[in-house]
Nanobody
Framework: QVQLQESGPGLVNVSQTLSLTCTVS??????????WNWIRQPPGKGLEWMGV???????YYSPSLKSRTSISRDTSKNQFTLHLSSVTPEDTAVYYC??????????WGQGTQVTVSS
């Protein structure tokens, strides 16, 4: 069973870069057809897909966040990391990492609350 765990700061100041890491166990992030997503949920709103890194290291981002978002990976640690620059209070949300195999949505991390302080 694939397990994911988010880690990172719970509080970030406006204009800083938020970095969150997802540590994966139970599967390698380089396994064929595995896709590793970042998804967030602002308070009182629905889920928002932010971006994905696939088994080959290719990345794809939401058009609305593309200019501020990057996802990297460390295969030696079986981790992938979200970087979101120039944060504003509107980036306050619960951030989740999530695994997909092909078209099948799989495991989620428990989520981590990030608050952007002005």
């Amino acid at each position: 069973q694939v397990q994911l765990q988010e880690s990172g700061p719970g509080l970030v100041n406006v204009s800083q870069t938020l970095s969150l890491t997802c540590t994966v166990s139970g599967a390698s992030i380089t396994t064929d057809l595995h896709y590793w997503n970042w998804i967030r949920q602002p308070p009182g709103k629905g889920l928002e897909w932010m971006g994905v890194i696939n088994y080959d290291g290719d990345t794809y981002y939401s058009p609305s966040l593309k200019s501020r978002t990057s996802i990297s990976r460390d295969t030696s640690k079986n981790q992938f990391t979200l970087h979101l620059s120039s944060v504003t209070p509107e980036d306050t949300a619960v951030y989740y990492c999530q695994q997909r195999t092909g078209a099948i949505w799989g495991s989620w991390g428990q989520g981590t609350q990030v608050t952007v302080s002005s």
